[in-house]
């Protein structure tokens, strides 16, 4: 009967603190390995999702001039494809984007000019700085 009781108390020993060292050094290891990669993946979806946004906004615009004949003035921005504004008369046959203008991944609103430096209009993000200029995740995205 005592040779059972040995044998139970061997089943339920459980971990060394040894076995749980090696594990949570091979677990920070691999961390460590895997962690730079994710993040530098990350900034590049945003920008990724920036691009897609300002591609949207440009199908938005130029369904807007056909409907109204012109692109909106710098002042109307984006907001003309979502609500009419009163220079658009009753020609205008929005909203033009599923849901309201949203903000670039970064949190800031995007910049709309008309004209553009390079066309009619430009749309603008200022990257992950809010900076003008800059490189990688920090470099302006714009529609030109």
Not at 118 to 126: A, F, N, Q, R, V
């Amino acid at each position: 009967m005592a040779e059972v009781t040995f044998r139970n108390r061997e089943a339920q020993r459980g971990f060394t603190l040894l076995e749980l060292l090696v594990v949570i050094v091979i677990i920070g290891l691999l961390a460590a390995y895997v962690g730079p990669k994710y993040f530098s993946q990350l900034g590049k979806s945003e920008v990724t999702v920036a691009k897609a946004q300002i591609d949207a906004f440009d199908k938005s615009l130029d369904t807007y001039r056909l409907d109204t004949g012109r692109y909106p003035a710098t002042e109307e921005g984006l907001n003309a494809l979502m609500t009419a504004p009163p220079s658009a008369g009753a020609k205008w046959n929005g909203p033009y984007l599923k849901k309201g203008v949203p903000q670039d991944p970064w949190g800031r609103a995007y910049q709309y000019r008309a004209p553009g430096t390079k066309g009619e209009y430009e749309i603008l993000s200022l990257g992950k700085d809010g900076q003008p200029g800059g490189t990688g995740d920090n470099a302006d995205i714009s529609s030109q």
